[in-house]
């Protein structure tokens, strides 16, 4: 059955495709996870219904309510489109140093957009925003750094739908953003299927982003638990980069960067299961597709221009 | 034993403004000693007093963030490349 009686209705159980010409071998395959099939794009809409619809139920967000969020897009554009269907007023804070598209997008779907400065990248972002909720009480701060049920969407749709697609699932590779994917997803697999690997990329951006004042403006995610995860890979723009073309180039998967973060850890963690000799299926989550990235310059010229290009941007 | 180490700016001023440094040491631990012999009060930003790592630092060895791989125990050879960054926020 593919008919919704509405968009939202038409969010998660997204279709699960196998990279046959990424995959190393017939017992070490590579699948992927496409979350940009979801309504605004992203994988983020499952954790903005989500919260939204927890916010609801706890009575913190009534009609006409006013949401703020930080954001560097995704979520901020999920938000969005959920808000306007469900008569709130959003307000997004969000790097200046993100993409053209996504600031475009916010504003198509009704939301205000707060510029945050570049250095410090999200950092920045979370401490306006936190600053303006202060100032704000009657603002509601969703706050998918914290909101358990930013996690709980993904153990309740993205890690039942892996396993019921692929029960042979042997390793989760996924971007560490605000971490609610790899909390959800991860905590439910390895609840049903105690010897999956759990894999972060981690996105390693230009210098700039890194630019903080003084060590005690980083941030951890208040939703972040190692313990669910088993290792941690940090991955740059050039790598992230080559891997997001050759994964639309071999396999005709047209991926946002950060999913080429993904797909270069999933290489590195199927190209140890070879040397091993063990069987692996490496799911790769794809947490959005490549269009809010054309202007960047991403998909043109050599790597090294579109390295250079993305150095200082925000590309996960 | 020579390791190389990538400084963040904000660490710079321990390393007169330099991006990479060399270290030795055969664990982590031991690099921070080293480092710290020659780039003084390095090694205090990084670790705390109590002897693991800065809550909003992230060291990675070869890109695998030690955290996972033994922490300040985590072993090193010859050529290793060692990454130091603040925690900063996705999403």
Redesign the interface.
Known sequence: MARYDSILDALGDTPLVGLPKLSPSAEVRLWAKLEDRNPTGSIKDRAALSMITAAEADGRLVPGSTILE???G??GIALALVSRLRGYRLICVMPENTSEERRQLLELYGAQVIPSPAA????Q??AVARRLAAENPDWVMLD??SNAANAAAHTAGTGPELLRDLPTITHLVA??????TLMGTGRYLREHKPDVTIV?A????G?L?????????????ELYD?KV???????GTSDALRRTRQLVGEEGVFAGPSTGAVVHAALVVANEAVRDGRRADIVIIVADAGWKYLSTGAYTGTLDEAAEALDGQLW? | MAVEVRIPTILRTHTSGEKIVQGSGDTLQALFTDLDSRHNGLAGRVITAEGGLHRFVNVYVNDEDVRFTGGLGTTLKDGDSVTILPAVAGG
């Open positions: 930080p954001t560097s995704n979520t410090g990248g999200s950092n972002a979370v998918q750094y971007g560490l953003g605000t971490t609610g972060a981690e996105p390693r951006y210098e982003v890194y630019g903080l004042r003084n060590l005690d403006e980083g941030f951890v995610p190692e995860l088993s290792r941690r890979i940090s991955v996960a």
